[in-house]
């Protein structure tokens, strides 16, 4: 498969370009490509241009409005609403991080919920921001059923992932982002584009028989990682960016949904922490590296992140490999 | 193997007796006793009465003061600190909830946290209680060394468990609790009693060879649930319940423990949501009951609590089976 290097800034302005010409506004185009680069940076190319033909999608069939205006109101004073009003997730979450923030460093702790809006991208690009404020963070968000739950034989929960936070002094935060499947979705959308087969164990196909072929795990069932425990993990993700906050779950959102190809109207859910208002102010970092040092001793063991800040300051340097076939696609738009 | 019926009373009593003729007071016994009897009810034997010789060994080591009264400090608006003063959790936890529950209605979330404790008892009971007084409730704590990261070939995590509560109307809460381990530690000493073997991908050996003996599986290392994605699951817990709130972290924990065979000192963190204040105060708890439906209408799929529920209805009427082998062990105390 042949590819093509696009320094960061050409992948920044070649989806702000698209996503201007399909209908956004400067402030969602500039959100969504800033994290199409930071996926395509970090090595994450599931959630970097790959997106871009489902984001578009969506604005042409006028079901994301690419000029929304998120509104925030604080509900309590350490909970923080943000209405999308329809729009892209990236602008909504942009403009709610401030107050977010500004409520975990008064009351030790906050929650940010996030209704009406779509959400495509990596949940890790929006916890990062928050750990890099000093703060823990911890976000999820759901989608449409593609997880069975355990004991059933139906697709029922999104892939709904997690993502967790930790702001480090000298190094860049420690951030971990897990679908509640075995494999994420995004993951199996590029093995079926690049013709790969799965492992077993990830997903069955309509019928509820186990395959190992992306095309009909795409359109069959993901199961949950760790079995039950993870089933466990997708239904509390449900409740928290759906039944918490007024949004849907996902087997409503895949109602409600146009199935253009793009991500459903949805919730998401963040938690942010100050460890300075947790009792150890003084001493929480230095001992927390403690522990990184002891996971990075070990033999094979790494921290979750680290693949991800070593890939993106080799595209810093170099930029990225995109795939021809995904460039050409790309612009046919 | 023979096994004696006993009233939940009885349960409850015999445990009150035996804790403070080791040195507990009032308080610090009703509360163990409690959990002891809760877990029995619940048909989780492995947190109940089979932990009485390890709270008994930890107060005849001296290691947990039964008589410790836990101070309580609000840090913030929305952060309780409890500090268990070398005690046992429940009486900690016990005396701390209002705090968190009452920070929670106002701020809408808050977290508590809880240092100087020993732990040695379900999750679930503690969560309950925040789903009873109608929010939502996370916990989670870490022990000692059993656990390996991902990658690694050494036991650094604890059995580090998570537990997260939701409040239904017509119904006793769904409550989750799970070990970060394919299987808790409790389950492997209770399979290490009973004589039985274990499922493969469960643990290793001391040397890091897999093994079915649950002997050798708990003087070596379990594996975390879902491969890596566990192992973080497992870090985060390092993290919120040790590093963010200046406790020890399970390697820690172990290096001060007298190893008497109860419970090390360690930490515990706890949110509470409040979910009249996230933006659906009117709707959230129908809603999420489709969810639920939907959920149960599947095959085999059950929500995580229904067998405890039901099992504490029989327990109710019934009273509980006690192995007498356990029983005569507790009457030589």
Tied chains: 1, 2.
Excluded at 223 to 246: C, D, N, Q, R, T
Excluded at 251 to 259: K, L, W
Excluded at 294 to 304: F, G, S, V, Y
């Amino acid at each position: 498969m042949s590819n093509t290097n696009l320094k960061l800034n050409e992948i920044n302005e070649l989806a702000t370009k698209i996503l201007l010409k399909y209908g956004c506004d400067n402030e969602n185009a500039s959100a969504v490509a800033n994290v199409i680069e930071a996926a395509e940076a970090a090595g994450c190319h599931s959630h970097g241009l790959m997106r871009l033909p489902g984001y578009v999608a969506t604005l042409k069939s006028g079901k994301v409005n690419g000029k929304a205006r998120p509104t925030i109101e604080n509900l309590a004073p350490a909970v923080v609403k943000v209405n999308g009003h329809n729009g892209f997730a990236p602008y909504a979450l942009q403009q709610g991080r401030s107050h977010l923030i500004a409520a975990a460093n008064k009351c030790g702790i906050a929650v940010m919920s996030l209704v009406g809006i779509h959400h495509f991208a990596a949940l890790w690009t929006e916890v990062e921001p928050i750990a890099n404020a000093g703060l823990v963070g911890f976000a999820c968000t759901s989608y449409k059923p593609a997880v069975i739950p355990a004991g059933g034989t139906k697709a029922l929960y999104g892939t709904n992932p997690i993502a967790f936070g930790w702001p480090r002094k000298d190094n860049p935060p420690m951030v971990f982002d897990q679908a509640s499947s075995v494999m994420a979705r995004g993951e199996v959308m590029l093995a079926a584009r690049e013709g790969h087969t799965l492992p077993d164990g990830v997903g069955v196909d309509i019928n509820g028989t186990p395959s190992n072929d992306p095309n009909e795990v795409l359109k069959g069932a993901l199961l949950a990682f760790g079995g039950h425990k993870g089933s466990s993990i997708a239904m509390m993700v449900e409740l928290l960016a759906g039944g918490l906050i007024g949004e849907s779950f996902s087997f409503e959102a895949a109602v409600r949904d146009n199935a253009d190809g793009g991500p459903p109207q949805g919730g998401e859910l963040m938690i942010a922490i100050d460890p300075s208002l947790l009792g150890d102010a003084d001493n929480w970092s230095d001992h927390s590296e403690k522990l990184f040092h002891k996971i990075k001793e070990q033999k094979d063991a790494r921290l979750p992140s680290d693949r991800r800040h070593k890939n993106r300051i080799e595209s810093n340097r170099s930029g990225v490999m995109v795939a021809d076939i995904l460039l050409d696609k790309i612009s046919t738009l």
